[in-house]
């Protein structure tokens, strides 16, 4: 059995401030560290959930919640001279127990005045990006691939999906395995809620409750017959319970005074035998007295 897949490392390409950078991650995990505005929330948020679900809705790129964030801001930034600009971002996954790997990512297309241009992709043949599979093709300068000649590039060792729906689907699929869309989005509204900023000092125990009370996956009814049934017999069983010892507290009582009933009539019993036992043994002595007279009467 293939073990868990874990985030190997995350890769931006002509995005924002970045030309081309990747961030590693140590057995699953990443800690960036800076000062306010060094772009660890850019960083992050260009990722998770970005990449997990392929939605650039503003509200999910700001980890306030404000929809002041747009996707072409990162892309293109006023008055900086350029009409367009392609972007890339991805994210390696690697199997925890061995060198398998799998890239997601997204390409993203800004052009002064039009709507954004984005397309996602796959790598599932062990390729890998910075490796042996590149982005950009050189021709003096990094230039990034167009959505063609990704689609080109990658051939048959991954797939280049057009729609956001079936990006999160297939993200799904071959990553998290949750049994529909509903619980995947689920998970990912809780990573977007728990990314908040100052978490700890905001957030009652109240609140987080709540929020992992949200998290939990709807049982169906199928799921829950077994346990209602179960609750229904420790009901039966208690209320079975309950009047076998009301019963017995019952049965007892009238035990205590049948019990006192007994030892009265044995009581009376014993004294009649012991009045007739005399009576017995003066009967006995007078017949005794009466034929020793008689004797010596003869």
């Known amino acids: 059995m293939n073990s868990r897949w874990q985030a190997n ?20 995990r990443m800690l960036l560290r800076g000062s306010n505005g060094s772009g660890k929330s850019v960083t992050m948020q260009s990722v998770v959930p970005l990449l997990l679900d392929g939605n650039m809705s503003p509200e999910r790129l700001d980890p306030f919640g404000s929809r002041d964030r747009k996707m072409s801001s990162y892309l293109l930034e006023e008055n900086d001279g350029r009409e367009e600009r392609t972007g890339y971002l991805y994210l390696e996954f690697k199997r925890k127990d061995s060198e398998t790997y799998l890239t997601i990512g997204m390409g993203i297309r800004a052009r002064k005045g039009k709507p954004l241009d984005k397309w996602y992709f796959s790598l599932t043949d062990g390729r890998r990006i910075g490796k042996d599979f590149f982005l950009y093709k050189e021709t003096g300068e990094k230039i990034t691939l167009s959505k063609k000649e990704l689609e080109n590039r990658i051939g048959d060792g991954g797939r280049v999906i057009d729609r ?33 900023p100052k978490l700890s000092k905001d957030f009652k125990p109240s609140v987080i409750n709540d929020i992992l009370s949200d998290s939990l996956q709807p049982l169906s009814d199928e799921d829950l017959r077994p346990m209602s049934e179960a609750i229904e017999n420790m009901d039966a069983m208690n209320m079975n319970l309950k009047s076998r010892r009301e019963a017995h507290q019952a049965a007892e009582k009238i035990n205590t005074v049948l019990k006192k009933y007994n030892q009265k009539m044995l009581y009376d019993k014993a004294v009649r035998l012991e009045q007739a036992r005399s009576k017995l043994e003066e009967a006995q002595a007078a017949e005794t007295e009466h034929k020793k007279r008689k004797n010596l009467c003869c």
């Open 9 to 28: 490392k995350i890769g931006l390409i002509n995005f924002w401030y970045y030309d081309e950078q990747e961030f590693p991650f140590v057995k699953g």
């Open 164 to 196: 956001q729906a079936d990006y999160m689907e297939y993200v799904n699929r071959q990553i998290f395995g949750f049994d529909t869309p509903e619980e995947y989005k689920e998970m990912i509204d809780l990573l977007i809620q728990l990314r908040t």
